[in-house]
T-cell receptor, first 113, second 113 residues
């Protein structure tokens, strides 16, 4: 069974600082996809970044980057130069076929001015 | 503007009543999904559909029903058999086999009177 674990229910960071959110997953598959979604107070789920397991290079999107460790089944999200608008719930997600996605329980991030 | 719309934004259900949540997309995506979000539990899959006139149960399908008569539409009915329907419901869509990314609607908040 596929599972996704986010062990940090809440985190905070000072504006302009860097923060890392952790995610681990469990799967026996070799090819799969990993995602980080952001859910601000509006509750709209927004894709932050995506990683394909067969790619060794870590994905980056502007201030957001991941540290993908396939052997350790770890997929952490680093947010650089944190901004007030980054305050949100962040969900890690996994899929291998696209039929079913598995989500972690989320990390609530607060950016402090 | 391409996207996913959900209506209504808020929905109230009386005891013993069936209610239907609407989800429409104009992204030409083949696959559509319904998730339930409860506090502290992340997203749980209710139903998904890969193609018109076909759908599969997710992890928590009991008390819910769906239909997929058109590619653009995937309504969810919360039946009276669902004893704890109060939650936030999210609809998503994707193109299977194409980057495997899900895109979400703005959600519907269902409350029981």
């Amino acid at each position: 069974a596929q599972t996704v674990t986010q062990s940090q229910p809440e985190m905070s960071v000072q504006e302009a600082e860097t923060v890392t959110l952790s995610c681990t997953y469990d799967t026996s598959e070799n090819n799969y996809y990993l995602f980080w979604y952001k859910q601000p107070p509006s509750r709209q789920m927004i894709l932050v970044i995506r990683q394909e397991a067969y790619k060794q290079q870590n994905a980056t999107e502007n201030r957001f980057s991941v540290n993908f460790q396939k052997a350790a089944k770890s997929f952490s999200l680093k947010i650089s130069d944190s901004q007030l608008g980054d305050t949100a719930m962040y969900f890690c997600a996994f899929t291998n076929t696209g039929n079913q996605f598995y989500f972690g329980t989320g990390t609530s991030l607060t950016v402090i001015p | 503007d391409g996207g996913i719309t959900q209506s209504p934004k808020y929905l109230f259900r009386k005891e013993g009543q069936n209610v239907t949540l609407s989800c429409e997309q104009n992204l030409n995506h083949d696959a559509m999904y319904w998730y339930r979000q409860d506090p502290g539990q992340g997203l749980r899959l209710i139903y998904y559909s890969q193609i018109v006139n076909d759908f599969q149960k997710g992890d928590i399908a009991e008390g819910y029903s769906v239909s997929r008569e058109k590619k653009e539409s995937f309504p969810l009915t919360v039946t009276s058999a669902q004893k704890n329907p109060t939650a936030f419901y999210l609809c998503a869509s994707s193109i299977p086999g194409s980057q495997e990314t899900q895109y979400f609607g703005p959600g519907t908040r269902l409350l029981v009177l």
